[in-house]
């Protein structure tokens, strides 16, 4: 890590599966970007921080978006709870920027340690298990490839394993 960044992307957060690691990073990047806004200054900080966080609220979308289309496809069988801890987590966001837009005691840099902790572990856990369960699919033959629709800037995105 560097003055600028709270988190760096580790190969050991892989879950194997190039897309949704992509997204991982991204996701990374973009808490990376607000901690470097708080570390810029309070009036940086506090003019950018709610333009990030919906740039990530919008992106985590996107990404959890992916996860669920595959799950859904591959019939995952851990399916509503991953699912309902994507929920819990953008309520938890929307809380917050609620809480920062009233003026709440809520410092931008506390919500950065709640985006990376948040992120890390439920990389570390659920998406953990969610890899481990398609490449088991893919040893036995059972998934060779698959495609999942996603829109994004009307981009399709498709993921192989690595």
Known sequence: MTNKTVVQWQNSYSVGIRLIDEQHMQLIRLTNKLFASCMAGRDQSKSTFLDVVNEAVDYTGYHFSTEEKVMERVKYPDYQRHKQEHANFVREVYIKADEFKANKPLTPLSFVYFLR??????????????GAYLMDMHKNGALQRITVQVKKDAITDRFQFK
């Not at 902790?117 to 969610?130: E, G, N, Q, T, Y």
């Open 117 to 130: 902790d948040w992120v890390l572990h439920h990389i570390a856990v659920s998406d953990k298990k969610l």
